[in-house]
Every structure is written in structure tokens, then in C-alpha cells.
């Protein structure tokens, strides 16, 4: 079976960004500091003698891994990518590698990847991991560390062979089966992408490699941050995406988006033919931003009731442009249309479809509406009041 299989079905997704910068949290000497919150060390151009202290204080007791993925579960999310190491070169996993982990220079002293594994595999949730593997403002032949390094004395493929790959390997051993390795920032040659493309898959050939290993060598693509393609794109493909506008946690950041928009965003996205990877950064105490929390459990919600329309669906079979009120999408004998803007005249003009339906009713009530179609183009009767506030859903059945 194609390993793409369960990604496409999956749709949705839990993006997790945590490590030490949740503490400083977006201010640093008494300073906030602009941008996202886990580039803080190179922003702040903080020295690692200073940065590094950070860990000494990193005690996340309030960090449940149970908690986390019953989190993204209830939300209708079916894959959890978490940060195994950042930018900033702190790995949240135990690692013979370096002494710059979780494990040996906290007092926490426990591997929340391993916890957080073990408890999507009971959950059913496919676990993956997010690897720095070009960027790394910690390790001397690591990319981006200027202020502390001499760039020009860097051994960057000296990096990824003896410490990346021996890490990954222990990544890709010791946490089950891996369904995503995230890599950022793409490797800078094909050659370096493909050995470490062909690594990977020599230790789990099943896992699915994200888009930013670079050189085309990903297994899809990866749009910008928050960024939703206007059209629909061929092909398997992801957006990674912010609930507020950082990724790790910043403590004067409140711009959360609102559950309305999460939820247009999923289905413009799937009506495209992508995933949507949805972020949280947990707090230095190891807990998810109760606006986050209330957010995705609205999604769940909502997904609860209407998932057919998402889960296992192609991309819309309709023009998108065309659709004032809203997305569509489709899957084997149905179309979905998605209606966001309720025309409250109680009628629906549905142009360009791709064959005769039989039957049409909301998704949630699955009583039939009248209609008329004439050729591909369709007349729908509606209700004068949309039955969900965010997006009715109506069913057109071949
Ligand atoms: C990267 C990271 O630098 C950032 O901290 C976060 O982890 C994000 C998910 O990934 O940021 C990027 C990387 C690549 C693009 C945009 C943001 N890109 O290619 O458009």
C-alpha cells in the first residue's frame, strides 16, 4: 500500500514547537523580543554560554503526555509532529550525542518524545518529529551561529554525517514507528538531501519525509508558514500553520485566531488537496495555552459532526473561484459543499458539476432538499437559516 495512504486520509495535524525558549518566552533582559518566540536566541544574538543556562532551569512537571494527545485527538487531529531539535540545537530527547538535552541537562530528567510516542501509539495517533538538520546555532559546524562561530570554519556535511544522522538514527530506533520526519530548512545540496533521504528511509522505509529536506527529495511538498495556496495544487502538499503568530510559546502573544478561521482554513486547505499541520507551543511548565486548547476542541467539535467532508477527501472537483459562498470538496459519490456565506434568500447556484446527483440534504439533519439541475449546473433549495453557524455542510449524492 502507497505509505502516503494514511497522511492523505489524515488531513489534520498537531504541530508542536517546545524546548528551552519557552522560558525566556519572547522577552530577553527585561526586552521583548520581536518575531517568532523560538528564534529568540538568534534575534537577541544570545551567546551560548548565556543561552544554554536556560536549561538548568527547564522543569516542565506540569507536562502530560497523555494530556497532549487526548488534546489532539478531541480536536480530530491524526498525526502529531513535535520539535525533537530546533534552531537552537537543544534536543528534547535523549541523545549519547550531546549532553545539550532534556535527559542530562535538566531537572526534569525525562524524554517527553518518548512519553509522547508511547502515548500516541496507544491513542492511534501517528507520531513524527520536526529536526533541525540544517540550522543549528549550538553546534560548532552547525549553520546560522555567527556571533559565537566563525562561519568560515564550519564543516557543515562534517555535521550532518556524525552528528544529524547518528542522531536521527536514534530517533528513528528508539520512538516506535516514526510516520513523519519534519526536516527545516532545506539541505543545501541534492547530494547531502539525498544521503540523508536515503538514511531515513534505510532505518524506517515507511516514514514520510516532509518537503524541507530540500532538492524536491521530500515525499511532499511544504507550503510557507501559514501559507494557503490560492488555488488548488496537484499533488500531496501541507501547510504549516500558527493558532496566534508564533510558533514557540510568547507570552504577550494574544492574537489567537479565531475557531471560525481555523475551521475555514482546514477545509479551504483540504478543498485544495492539503494537510494542515496546526501548531501549539507549550509553556516552560509543560502546559498547551488554554486559548489553544479551547480552539482546537471547538475544531474537534465540529469535526466530530461533519468529518466525512474532510477525512479521505479529494480535492473539489469544482472551480474554486466560482464558489462565492464557500469550498467544496469531494469523495467516491459525493460532493461537500461547504457553505460559509448562507445565501438567505434560500437558494444556491451550483455551476460546472462533474455529474447528475440524486439526492441533497445537509450532512447533519440528512433530510433531502429540492433541487433542479439542468446539465452540470444546479439549483438548490435552502433553508432560509444555515444549520451551523461556521459551515453547513450539504451533501450532493451521485
Ligand atoms: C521554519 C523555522 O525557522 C520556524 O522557527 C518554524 O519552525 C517553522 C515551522 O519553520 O521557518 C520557515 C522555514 C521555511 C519557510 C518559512 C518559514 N519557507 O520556506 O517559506
Redesign the pocket.
Known sequence: MDKMQWWREAKFGM?I?WGLYAIPAGVWDDKTIPG?G??IMFTARIPIKEYEKLAEQFNPVRFNAEEWVSIAKQAGMRYLVI?AK??DGFCMFDTKYTDYNIVKATPFKRDPLKELSQACQKEGIRFGF?YSQM?DWHHPDGMGNFWDFDPAKKNFSKYLREYVMPQLEELLTNYGPIGVVWF??DTPTPELARELREFVLSIQPETIISG?IGQNLGDYQ?R??N?IPPTVIPGDWET?ATINDT??YKSYDHNWKSTGQLIYNLVDIVSKGGNYLL?VGPTAEGIIPEPSVVRLKEMGEWLWLNGESIYGCERSPLPLEKLWWGKCTMKENKIYLHIFAWPWYGKLEVADLPFAIKKAYPLLTKESLSFKQEGNNLTLILPTKPIDPIDTVIVLEK
Do not use: A, K, S, V
Request: aromatic share 20%.
Open positions: 504541530f514547537h517568532i523560538e528564534w520539535t530546533h534552531h520536526y540550522l527545516d530548512i524541507r511544504e510557507g508558514d501559507e504549516p510558533w514557540g501548531n
